[in-house]
């Protein structure tokens, strides 16, 4: 029983960091009502810039972070004024379109400016088991994982205060339903724009250091983004709390399918299953758990 535990513990943290990473998207897909391919590569982006802050000019972790912030809140100044405001109103696939562009654009300006090769990232946590549930419960859990589904869920639920409970998520709503509606209204879609990119680089920069100290910092986390589709399709495009929810059902059910069904399969079964998952659950609930049905008359 101990060991059901710990699998579902560790699946249940991963999949408070998957949640996370979806919820980049959410904001994005909450403000344009398109899907934004270019997530993944500003967690990379982000990431890579913080370490080359402190290994090319030795800036202190403590103080590259928020230098890195101000790096993507500049970033999202650029991306609002260059691509999304020449885009307003435009169809949903040349939006789409454009955040492939993108990606393709952050990922060669993060390898131009601070080198393709897999960079270390030391985190102040340990990865070792947490004591106390070791002792007590006798049962191993990664303290580093602890901390960061922690850190990832303080971060979620202010994200989800944020953009339910104020003005700027109402906001957020009337933007992604109609561009030229919101800006009749007096809704200044260009600062919306600019908020949330930039809310959404601050949740690339925290993914991405968390994942990056496990990992290193190298051009793979941009697939991460891969990761956070499934938790997508399950909790719905449009939903904060079902990214939350979604997260944590991929989490333990990758973690629990890799060691209970993976062994009668062959193994490897962590990196397909999630996939299959969603899937199933498109067939019978395409909009997600949490999403919004859309239903258009002609």
């Known amino acids: 029983m101990s060991f059901f535990i710990e699998v579902l513990l560790g699946g249940l943290l991963s999949g408070v960091m998957y949640a996370l990473v979806a919820i980049g998207f959410v904001l994005i897909y909450k403000a344009s009502g398109v899907f934004n391919f270019a997530q993944g590569a500003m967690v990379f982006f982000a990431a890579l810039t913080c370490v080359g802050f402190v290994d090319k000019f030795g800036v202190p972790l403590w103080l590259a972070i928020p230098i890195t912030i101000g790096v993507m809140i500049l970033l999202a100044f650029a991306i609002e004024r260059v691509v999304l405001r020449p885009l307003v109103n435009q169809p949903e696939i040349t939006l789409f379109m454009a955040t492939i562009g993108l990606a393709f654009f952050i990922e060669g300006l993060a390898q131009l400016l601070?080198?393709?090769?897999?960079?270390?990232l030391d985190l102040p946590i340990e990865d070792v088991p947490n004591e106390y549930l070791m002792e007590h419960?006798?049962?191993?859990?990664?303290?580093?994982?602890?901390?960061?589904?922690?850190?990832?869920?303080?971060?979620?639920?202010?994200l989800?205060?944020?953009?339910?409970?104020?003005?700027?998520?109402?906001?957020?709503?009337?933007?992604?339903?109609?561009?030229?509606?919101?800006?009749?209204?007096?809704?200044?879609?260009?600062?919306?724009?600019?908020?949330?990119?930039?809310?959404a680089g601050l949740v690339a920069l925290v993914a991405g250091l968390l994942w990056g100290a496990r990992n290193g910092v190298q051009f793979a986390l941009t697939f991460i983004a891969l990761k956070a589709l499934p938790v997508l399709i399950l909790g719905g495009f449009t939903s904060i709390p079902g990214a939350i929810v979604g997260g944590l059902i991929i989490g333990a059910s990758e973690k629990l399918a890799e060691v209970y069904i993976g062994p009668l399969v062959g193994g490897g079964i962590e990196g397909w299953f999630p996939y299959v998952l969603a899937l199933l659950f498109l067939l019978v609930r395409p909009e997600g758990l949490f999403g919004e049905k859309i239903i258009r008359r002609i």
């Open 114 to 120: 601070w080198g393709s090769q897999v960079r270390k």
């Open 137 to 158: 419960f006798n049962i191993l859990v990664s303290q580093f994982d602890m901390t960061a589904a922690v850190v990832c869920a303080v971060l979620v639920v202010a």
């Open 160 to 199: 989800a205060l944020l953009f339910t409970k104020t003005r700027v998520g109402r906001a957020l709503r009337a933007v992604a339903d109609d561009h030229q509606a919101a800006l009749a209204v007096g809704i200044p879609l260009q600062r919306i724009w600019v908020v949330v990119w930039s809310v």
